[in-house]
Protein backbone atom coordinates (compact mmCIF):
# COMPACT_ATOMS: atom_id res chain seq x y z
CA UNK A 1 0.00 0.00 0.00
CA UNK A 2 1.21 3.70 -1.20
CA UNK A 3 0.53 6.76 0.72
CA UNK A 4 -2.23 7.53 -1.95
CA UNK A 5 -3.85 4.32 -0.94
CA UNK A 6 -3.57 5.17 2.81
CA UNK A 7 -5.33 8.73 2.04
CA UNK A 8 -8.30 6.82 0.04
CA UNK A 9 -9.02 4.47 2.46
CA UNK A 10 -8.39 6.01 5.80
CA UNK A 11 -11.88 6.45 6.81
CA UNK A 12 -12.51 2.59 5.96
CA UNK A 13 -9.77 1.84 8.55
CA UNK A 14 -10.61 4.28 11.61
CA UNK A 15 -13.97 2.95 11.13
CA UNK A 16 -13.18 -0.83 11.35
CA UNK A 17 -14.49 -1.54 7.83
CA UNK A 18 -11.64 -2.70 5.62
CA UNK A 19 -10.83 -6.29 4.95
CA UNK A 20 -8.49 -8.17 7.24
CA UNK A 21 -5.74 -8.11 4.10
CA UNK A 22 -6.11 -3.96 3.39
CA UNK A 23 -6.05 -3.47 7.06
CA UNK A 24 -2.64 -5.79 7.41
CA UNK A 25 -1.55 -3.55 4.58
CA UNK A 26 -2.39 -0.31 5.77
CA UNK A 27 -1.19 -1.20 9.25
CA UNK A 28 2.03 -2.05 7.80
CA UNK A 29 2.15 1.18 5.92
CA UNK A 30 1.46 3.46 8.76
CA UNK A 31 4.11 1.95 10.96
CA UNK A 32 6.88 2.56 8.09
CA UNK A 33 5.38 5.60 6.57
CA UNK A 34 5.83 8.71 9.80
CA UNK A 35 3.62 10.56 7.65
CA UNK A 36 0.68 8.53 7.00
CA UNK A 37 0.88 7.76 11.00
CA UNK A 38 0.39 11.36 11.39
CA UNK A 39 -2.38 11.42 9.12
CA UNK A 40 -4.03 8.69 11.24
CA UNK A 41 -3.44 10.65 14.46
CA UNK A 42 -4.96 14.14 13.04
CA UNK A 43 -8.18 12.15 11.76
CA UNK A 44 -8.66 10.17 14.79
CA UNK A 45 -8.06 13.56 16.79
CA UNK A 46 -10.66 15.01 14.58
CA UNK A 47 -13.18 12.21 14.89
CA UNK A 48 -12.95 12.35 19.18
CA UNK A 49 -13.42 15.99 18.72
CA UNK A 50 -16.56 15.70 16.33
CA UNK A 51 -17.95 12.65 18.72
CA UNK A 52 -17.83 14.39 21.81
CA UNK A 53 -19.34 18.10 20.35
CA UNK A 54 -21.57 16.91 17.82
CA UNK A 55 -25.29 15.23 18.39
CA UNK A 56 -25.45 12.13 16.01
CA UNK A 57 -28.34 12.04 13.92
CA UNK A 58 -29.73 9.24 12.30
CA UNK A 59 -29.08 9.35 8.45
CA UNK A 60 -32.27 8.05 6.49
CA UNK A 61 -31.18 4.20 5.28
CA UNK A 62 -31.41 4.99 1.38
CA UNK A 63 -28.25 7.38 1.92
CA UNK A 64 -26.32 5.21 4.19
CA UNK A 65 -26.98 2.73 1.38
CA UNK A 66 -25.55 5.32 -1.23
CA UNK A 67 -22.69 7.05 0.52
CA UNK A 68 -21.45 3.30 1.68
CA UNK A 69 -21.65 2.35 -2.42
CA UNK A 70 -19.91 5.55 -3.18
CA UNK A 71 -17.18 5.45 -0.93
CA UNK A 72 -16.42 1.63 -1.50
CA UNK A 73 -15.95 2.66 -5.60
CA UNK A 74 -13.96 5.52 -4.66
CA UNK A 75 -11.69 3.04 -2.55
CA UNK A 76 -11.20 0.50 -5.31
ZN1 LIG B 1 2.63 6.97 3.65
Known amino acids: MLCHDVKRVVYFFLDGTLDERRNDDF ?7 ADC ?11 VFLRKRLTP ?3 PDHLKQRLVRTLRAVAE
Do not use: T
Open 27 to 33: KHHIDAC
Open 57 to 59: LPA
Open 37 to 47: EARIIVHRRIR
